[in-house]
């Protein structure tokens, strides 16, 4: 055989010159679930190894993981009821604890990349994404929330945006919001095709946000989120964000949307990134933990397999644990 392909693979040294993809630290994201209060670090059972922190856990925290090169932040609120309301605007107030916490996060780091989460779900009462009349989810009359809270969250000092609520058109009225208030510096990374998923338990657990149970109130999310049926729908949406002046397109989740990752990668100049969500971790995790996989080898290739299909970006909660991996560092785990 003229052609032996293992001649590639032979040594540690050759498979190192010939490695095609490589993931760094620094194309991780480390998400964040903020709480009200002091020295608070509660784990999310369903989740483990992921807690709820407080303002004062959350820059142990972050300090932690900018050592070993994750240097991007995606936070998220978990808020009390007594501030939600039918309408969301605790998610504008400027006493929100959530954009404080944005403010004194960037005073300690201002080197890092803090990314925000802009959506009516975490204040909303309805627990949905959009204002909610007579069982619908109200699209337009949704969008000039959307844009307070993103003006909002640029003042208190994010540095992204991350509109994760999939109505039409939030991508160019909150371009025009920010622009007209000042903030034209500050980007938005758009969830351009967000699935109506199951795997998505977990992060609900930790924020308490999944949709209310009311007869008035739509039980799920799939009027507005994709049909995890469809591909090429997707290419319409990252089409209308990257005419409305989205700097990042996002699909949501990952591993079972490789193909769509692929997809928007081979038909856009924008930077991809890719949410790796709480119920794919949970479920590495749940293996793991049974010992049916090796937490140390199954993580990193997992992670990898989201670079590798086109994600310049990928928000995971295994990021710090990865960037400890790349440095040689032992895991806590």
Known sequence: MLRRPRRNRRTSAIRALTTETRLHPAHLVQPI??????????????????????????????????????????????????????????????????LQAATEIKKHFPECCLISDVAMD??????????????????????????????????AGFDMLGPSDMMDGRIGYMRRALDEAGFSETGIMSYTAKYA??????????????????????????????????????????????????????????????????????NSKLPIAAYHVSGECAMLLAATRNGWLDYEKAMPETLLSIHRAGADVIITYFAKDYAYLYQGKSLSR
């Open 33 to 98: 679930f903020l709480v009200e209060g002091n020295n608070v670090r509660n784990e999310v059972p369903s989740l483990p190894g992921t807690f709820r922190l407080s303002l004062d856990q959350v820059l142990l925290e972050i300090d932690e993981c900018m050592q070993v090169g994750i240097q991007s932040f995606i936070m998220f609120p978990a808020v009390p009821d007594e501030h939600k309301d039918k309408t969301g605007t605790y998610g504008y107030d400027p006493d929100n604890f959530y």
């Open 122 to 155: 975490p204040y909303s009462s309805d627990g949905h994404d959009g204002l909610v009349r007579h069982g619908r989810i109200l699209n337009d009359e949704t969008l000039p929330v959307l844009g307070k809270m993103a003006v909002a969250q640029a003042r």
């Open 197 to 266: 998923s199951a795997f998505y338990g977990p992060f609900r657990d930790a924020l308490d946000s999944a949709p209310r149970e009311d007869e008035d109130i739509p039980k799920d999310k799939k009027t507005y989120q994709m049909d995890p049926a469809n591909r090429r729908e997707a290419l319409i949406e990252a089409e209308l964000d990257t005419a409305e002046g989205a700097d990042f397109l996002m699909v949501k989740p990952a591993l079972n949307y490789l193909d769509v990752i692929a997809l928007l990668k081979g």
